[in-house]
DNA sequence: ATGTTTGTTCCGAT
DNA sequence: CATCGGAACAAACA
């Protein structure tokens, strides 16, 4: 569920919120996947400093100086909530941090429904191998797209799989994948190897415009609302989808294709995602 | 009740 | 040996 756009809005405004506070509590409530294990980890963190909350690719991290850093990855039913002390207990609490600073305390729930996610205790080299384990995100001003096209043409797959590869470029999960195909005119069936530089700069183009979209609109909230923000607000950007969960075609009112591509449900347009447009184009 | 659902990892096949 | 596709992970909903 959480994307960047989603994982950017949740970092930002969990930075803004609770920057310099001191972890004064944690208290881990399950068998959530942690890393290296719960006990390190409460350990560790106790009496720490928050002196940042950053985000790379589609994972939180909170800096807590000293060399160590907590990586949250929300998979698709992570949450990260703010509630004031006497509200009632978030469903699918994992873990709860009670931060302090000189004059105020917030307490922070992390919940995730159906436990894909994981927490991960790093020193400065972990995060760098976490890192390197990830393309440019489009959105990086200094990512170039003659280097997208040169990791797309080396995977021999789909182009819609190719981009939900974090390693070929970060950032994009199904949804945002979906309409940047769209977007960019790309039928997301057609082979990376059939990719011209143009259709690649198209993509690139079109994944960034998207998911800058995205965060302008602080994220998509579906009907399982299992994307709110740390204040459990919903997003926007799902009232502009262009096709994914759609019917019809926004361009040209053709009905919209669904079927499963990388096993991920996919929507698209049969006639202005065309196969045969393309190659007439290269 | 069986089939779906957002992300990622791992295993077997190619 | 490297890479790819698909299953698996867990839970809720239709």
Not at 15 to 28: E, F, P, S
Not at 50 to 74: P, W
Request: hydrophobic share 35%.
């Amino acid at each position: 569920m959480a994307e960047l756009p989603e994982v950017h809005t949740i970092s930002n405004d969990l930075n803004n919120l609770v920057k310099d506070y001191t972890i004064d509590d944690v208290k881990v409530l399950s068998n959530y996947r942690i890393l290296p294990d719960k006990d390190t980890f409460i350990k560790q963190v106790k009496g720490k400093p928050i002196t940042q909350v950053t985000r790379v690719a589609k994972n939180i991290i909170i800096e807590l100086g000293d060399n160590l850093n907590i990586g949250l990855h929300l998979a698709m039913t992570g949450q990260i909530l703010v509630r004031n002390g006497n509200d009632k207990q978030p469903n699918w609490t994992h873990i709860i941090l009670l931060l302090r600073s000189n004059t105020d305390t917030q307490t922070i729930y992390y919940t995730d429904m159906r436990m894909f996610g994981k927490i991960t205790l790093m020193d400065k080299e972990q995060l760098q191998v976490l890192k390197d384990k990830y393309g440019p995100e489009p959105i990086d001003p200094n990512a170039d797209p003659a280097d997208f096209y040169e990791r797309i043409r080396s995977k021999r797959t789909s182009i819609k799989n190719a981009i939900l590869n974090q390693a070929v470029i970060s950032g994009l999960g199904n949804i945002y994948a979906t309409d940047a195909l769209f977007l960019a005119r790309i039928h997301p069936e057609t082979p990376t190897q059939k990719m011209s530089s143009d259709m690649a700069n198209r993509l690139f183009e079109s994944a960034k415009n998207i998911l800058l979209e995205g965060i302008e609109h602080r994220g998509s909230t579906l009907a399982d609302k299992m994307y709110v923000d740390i204040y459990g607000k919903e997003g926007t950007q799902q009232n502009y989808f262009r096709v994914y969960g759609k019917q019809d075609c926004p361009n040209c009112a053709t009905k919209l294709e669904f079927k499963k591509v990388g096993g991920r449900g996919t929507y698209f347009c049969p006639k202005c995602q065309n196969l045969s447009v393309q190659e007439q184009l290269f």
